[in-house]
């Protein structure tokens, strides 16, 4: 035995003693060892560990013979023990008897959910029914809303009445679809802990380009609404400016205006607009780049979210003004006499024109998820959304239909007008279209930088994984989204066509085809896809296109 007896001679009687004596002092140990482990086992039997079965390699009694303390709370008493899941808790209890010295513990994604108590977590704040649907109500309504009485003239009264409500049941229906398929993909094992966006959504069911798409598509419709909210920044505080001055003139009698201040054209009929060359159209949008840009550049845009409620002020006034302003003006259409200067006929061909302006007032589909997701009810998320869009439908045909109807002047001033807005048909010396310009003045303002706040943490996290890369991503990236909306204000300061150009095409991708493309895809992989579904779906989708491709087209020219 030389490694025993490194010094003795390895036939030695000595070198056989000691080898059997080291032998029967290691076989002493083991045997402790075993005693000691035994009774630990005993010890552990006679009171409960965690969820209380038996490590015993005995078979286990059957359940209802078990003590009740031994049985786990959560384990249904109608089965018995599953041998795989006993096997996985011995194994479990093992692990936990070495993890004080070893700090052996077992991950928790292998532990049977049975092992575990379900512990109440308090989620966000939840929301009613009714801030939901005014929540939506207030983000669906927005500057479009300006631009309605001119979009029904082309559609004609009464046809572009019902496109409105027709519009805004289709963008309806899509909506419901964004949130009933997020909320079901939501429900997947691998997205129960993170919330999705009806982005991920796309990701999860088409290939990654398409989530690009999609991505792109919500990002062109920001970029439209930043070019809108610069063209009326720009208009509104012409318009303030000129009265401001005649006011310092002594020349703004708001309390001696003709038709109660209906105008053809504002800015035409104002005679201190040739004066000031510094300040017009053309300047006015260059200096609002001294104001904008730096809050643009802001890292958050916390401080301006607290604005946010003006845009509700904002919206009521804007109600309001139209109600007095027809009221007092009275009805003045006619719809037989096509001669009579006012004249509105009930039916138009140019339907295509009242449908892109409309594709961007319903566009919400980027964001309905994330404004429903704390309905305290989510059971009734159909009925909010409904009820939201119906509101905002009513909304629209109201102040679009109850203008035109009552302008007092020629119809054809309504649509002439650049920009296509029903304030630039009242006159620069009326006191309340000054307040309610002076209000969207400072709710642009503040919705300006929120808009390009959110664009550009979606496309730098789309490209960089960082919504604040550096101060000079932000400075470049604000630098050129500014710069389009300038020359935009500048050469073509017509609010409505850019509103239904920018609707249609991001219309097409977010309202029209991923929704029911998406809902397509997830039906079929439940197997619950029929022929009907498919082809109303896809006839939703063609609608879209041809929404897009009709914007270009002016109808009424080849009739």
Same mark, same amino acid.
């Given at each position: 035995?030389?490694?025993?007896?490194?010094?003795?001679?390895?036939?030695?009687?000595?070198?056989?003693?000691?080898?059997?004596?080291?032998?029967?002092?290691?076989?002493?140990?083991?045997?402790?060892?075993?005693?000691?482990? *035994?009774?630990?086992?005993?010890?552990?039997?006679?009171?409960?560990? *965690?969820?209380?079965? &038996?490590?015993?390699?005995?078979?286990?009694?059957?359940?209802?013979?078990?003590?009740?303390?031994?049985?786990?709370?959560?384990?249904?008493?109608?089965?018995?023990?599953?041998?795989?899941?006993?096997?996985?808790?011995?194994?479990?209890?093992?692990?936990?008897?070495?993890?004080?010295?070893?700090?052996?513990?077992?991950?928790?994604?292998?532990?049977?959910?049975? @092992?575990?108590?379900?512990?109440?977590?308090?989620?966000?704040?939840?929301? &009613?029914?009714?801030?939901?649907?005014?929540?939506?109500?207030?983000?669906?309504?927005?500057?479009?809303?300006?631009?309605?009485?001119?979009?029904?003239?082309? &559609?004609?009264?009464?046809?572009?009445?019902?496109?409105?409500?027709?519009?805004?049941?289709?963008?309806?229906?899509?909506?419901?679809?964004?949130?009933?398929?997020?909320?079901?993909?939501?429900?997947?094992?691998?997205?129960?802990?993170?919330?999705?966006?009806?982005?991920?959504?796309?990701?999860?069911?088409?290939?990654?380009?398409?989530?690009?798409?999609?991505?792109?598509?919500?990002?062109?419709?920001?970029?439209?609404?930043?070019?809108?909210?610069?063209?009326?920044?720009?208009?509104?505080?012409?318009?303030?400016?000129?009265?401001?001055?005649?006011?310092?003139?002594?020349?703004?009698?708001?309390?001696?205006?003709?038709?109660?201040?209906?105008?053809?054209?504002?800015?035409?009929?104002? &005679?201190?607009?040739?004066?000031?060359?510094?300040?017009?159209?053309?300047?006015?949008?260059?200096?609002?780049?001294?104001?904008?840009?730096?809050?643009?550049?802001?890292?958050?845009?916390?401080?301006?979210?607290?604005?946010?409620?003006?845009?509700?002020?904002?919206?009521?006034?804007?109600?309001?003004?139209?109600?007095?302003?027809?009221?007092?003006?009275?009805?003045?259409?006619?719809?037989?006499?096509?001669?009579?200067?006012?004249?509105?006929?009930?039916?138009?061909?140019?339907?295509?024109?009242?449908?892109?302006?409309?594709?961007?007032?319903? @566009?919400?589909?980027?964001?309905?998820?994330?404004?429903?997701?704390?309905?305290?009810? !989510?059971?009734?998320?159909?009925?909010?959304?409904?009820?939201?869009?119906?509101?905002?439908?009513?909304?629209?045909?109201?102040?679009?239909? @109850?203008?035109?109807?009552?302008?007092?002047?020629?119809?054809?001033?309504?649509?002439?007008?650049?920009?296509?807005?029903?304030?630039?048909?009242?006159?620069?010396?009326?006191?309340?279209?000054?307040?309610?310009?002076?209000?969207?003045?400072?709710?642009?303002?503040?919705?300006?930088?929120?808009?390009?706040?959110?664009?550009?943490?979606?496309?730098?996290?789309?490209?960089?994984?960082?919504?604040?890369?550096?101060?000079?991503?932000?400075?470049?990236?604000?630098?050129?989204? *500014?710069?389009?909306?300038?020359?935009?204000?500048?050469?073509?300061?017509?609010?409505?066509?850019?509103?239904?150009?920018?609707?249609?095409?991001?219309?097409?991708?977010?309202?029209?085809?991923? !929704?029911?493309?998406?809902?397509?895809?997830?039906?079929?992989?439940?197997?619950?896809?029929?022929?009907?579904?498919?082809?109303?779906?896809?006839?939703?989708?063609?609608?879209?296109?041809?929404?897009?491709?009709?914007?270009?087209?002016?109808?009424?020219?080849?009739?």
């Amino acid at each position: 035995m030389p490694i025993l007896c490194p010094q003795i001679e390895s036939n030695s009687p000595f070198c056989a003693l000691r080898t059997y004596i080291v032998f029967f002092k290691y076989l002493c140990f083991i045997s402790l060892a075993m005693v000691e482990i *035994i009774v630990n086992d005993a010890e552990s039997e006679s009171a409960p560990l *965690i969820n209380s079965f &038996s490590t015993s390699t005995k078979a286990p009694r059957p359940y209802d013979e078990e003590p009740a303390w031994r049985r786990p709370f959560n384990y249904s008493v109608q089965h018995g023990i599953d041998p795989e899941k006993l096997s996985r808790l011995q194994r479990y209890r093992y692990y936990q008897r070495l993890a004080p010295p070893m700090q052996m513990l077992v991950p928790d994604h292998i532990i049977p959910p049975e @092992f575990f108590t379900v512990v109440p977590v308090e989620r966000g704040q939840s929301q &009613s029914s009714m801030v939901t649907i005014f929540s939506l109500w207030n983000t669906m309504l927005g500057t479009s809303l300006l631009c309605l009485p001119a979009a029904i003239m082309h &559609s004609g009264l009464i046809l572009g009445a019902f496109v409105v409500f027709g519009v805004g049941a289709l963008t309806c229906y899509t909506a419901v679809l964004t949130v009933s398929v997020t909320m079901e993909v939501q429900m997947l094992e691998i997205f129960r802990k993170t919330p999705l966006e009806f982005v991920d959504v796309i990701e999860h069911y088409m290939p990654k380009p398409s989530a690009l798409i999609a991505l792109l598509a919500g990002s062109a419709s920001f970029l439209g609404a930043l070019m809108v909210f610069w063209i009326l920044l720009s208009n509104f505080t012409y318009g303030v400016g000129v009265a401001f001055t005649n006011m310092a003139a002594g020349t703004f009698h708001y309390h001696n205006l003709s038709h109660f201040g209906a105008v053809c054209d504002a800015y035409n009929s104002t &005679s201190t607009v040739t004066d000031w060359s510094v300040w017009s159209p053309q300047t006015v949008p260059i200096y609002l780049i001294i104001i904008l840009l730096p809050l643009c550049c802001l890292k958050s845009a916390t401080f301006l979210s607290k604005f946010n409620s003006l845009g509700v002020v904002c919206i009521v006034f804007t109600v309001m003004f139209v109600v007095i302003k027809g009221s007092s003006w009275g009805l003045n259409i006619s719809i037989t006499d096509s001669d009579s200067p006012l004249y509105v006929a009930p039916f138009n061909v140019d339907i295509n024109k009242l449908t892109g302006t409309l594709t961007l007032s319903f @566009f919400i589909h980027n964001a309905v998820v994330a404004l429903v997701r704390n309905n305290a009810n !989510p059971r009734k998320n159909t009925r909010d959304v409904t009820m939201a869009f119906l509101l905002v439908a009513v909304t629209y045909g109201f102040v679009g239909v @109850f203008f035109l109807v009552t302008f007092p002047l020629d119809k054809s001033c309504i649509t002439d007008v650049a920009s296509q807005l029903l304030f630039d048909n009242i006159s620069l010396n009326d006191l309340l279209v000054l307040i309610a310009k002076m209000f969207q003045i400072i709710q642009l303002v503040t919705v300006f930088p929120l808009v390009n706040f959110v664009l550009r943490s979606q496309l730098f996290l789309g490209m960089f994984r960082d919504p604040f890369c550096s101060y000079k991503h932000v400075v470049v990236f604000n630098f050129i989204v *500014i710069s389009i909306c300038v020359l935009i204000s500048i050469f073509y300061p017509r609010v409505n066509t850019v509103i239904r150009y920018v609707g249609s095409v991001s219309g097409l991708a977010y309202i029209f085809f991923f !929704p029911c493309f998406i809902y397509l895809l997830h039906s079929y992989k439940n197997n619950t896809l029929t022929w009907v579904s498919a082809v109303v779906h896809g006839c939703i989708i063609l609608l879209g296109l041809l929404n897009l491709v009709s914007q270009p087209l002016n109808f009424s020219k080849y009739l």
